[in-house]
């Protein structure tokens, strides 16, 4: 019953910096926890960072900790990925996610809502 929609996708040059938003609609956004993941063209798809309900609680994935910080703003109904120090590496689609579940994501986890991604290109 939630519609996510990614933004703040785009060119950026190895070194800087991005941030992506996720706006969500037709749900009450303080009772999902929320995701990022991000994909390319022959890959699986890969956690990039989960942040639960009231954003008290966050995880990442290891090769990324400390270079992406994950926020949410309820009153808004919108999370956030922060990228900082970006890599070529990090050249992927990425898109948001949304459970109701209780408390941050398992390892693993299946999301039950999807936004379409955004796409971001780190050049060298």
């Known amino acids: 019953q939630v519609q996510l929609v990614e933004s703040g996708g785009g060119l950026v040059q190895a070194g800087g910096s991005l941030r992506l938003s996720c706006a969500a609609s037709?749900?009450?956004?303080?009772?999902?926890?929320m995701g990022w993941f991000r994909q390319v063209p022959g890959k699986e798809r890969e956690f990039v960072a989960g942040?639960?309900?009231?954003?008290?609680?966050?995880r990442y994935a290891d090769s990324l900790k400390g270079r992406f910080t994950i926020s949410r703003d309820n009153a808004k109904n919108t999370v956030y990925l922060q990228m900082n120090s970006l890599k070529p590496e990090d050249t992927a689609v990425y898109r948001c996610a949304a459970d109701r579940i209780l408390g941050i994501v398992p390892v693993g986890y299946q999301y039950e809502y999807w936004g379409q991604g955004t796409q971001v290109t780190v050049s060298s």
């Open positions: 037709g749900g009450t956004f303080s009772s999902y926890a």
């Open positions: 942040i639960n309900r009231s954003g008290g609680n966050t």
